[in-house]
């Protein structure tokens, strides 16, 4: 059964930072596309950041610069480091396993931010 478990929202200012973690089981993280994705109030799923199987990475234009997603595959873990955080980067984040048939999504983690 695979189980991914976000952590590490929460509420922060204006050009904080936070990372968030996705722990994984059941699924070697390593064997698959790893993406972040988010959800604001009233707006549809946006794809954020990905790491390729080979460890090259995209980013959406609005978060390109900020935010780094990474993954430690000997933790069966991926990440997603976001600095100078900005209002609109207020959203539900999602981390998915993208294994072409079946996407695995996690729960969600919240980040807020506002002063």
């Known amino acids: 059964q695979v189980q991914l478990v976000e952590s590490g929202g929460g509420l922060v200012q204006p050009g904080g930072s936070l990372r968030l973690s996705c722990a994984a089981s059941?699924?070697?993280?390593?064997?698959?596309?790893l993406d972040w994705y988010r959800q604001a109030p009233g707006k549809q799923r946006e794809l954020v950041a990905v790491?390729?199987?080979?460890?090259?990475?995209v980013y959406a234009d609005s978060v390109k610069g900020r935010f780094t997603i990474s993954r430690d595959t000997a933790k069966n873990m991926m990440y997603l480091q976001m600095n100078s955080l900005k209002a609109e980067d207020t959203a539900v984040y999602y981390c998915?396993?993208?294994?072409?048939?079946?996407?695995?999504w996690g729960q969600g983690t919240q980040v807020t931010v506002s002063s």
């Open positions: 998915n396993v993208h294994t072409g048939p079946v996407d695995y």
């Open positions: 059941g699924i070697a993280l390593a064997a698959y596309r």
């Open positions: 790491i390729h199987i080979g460890g090259s990475t």
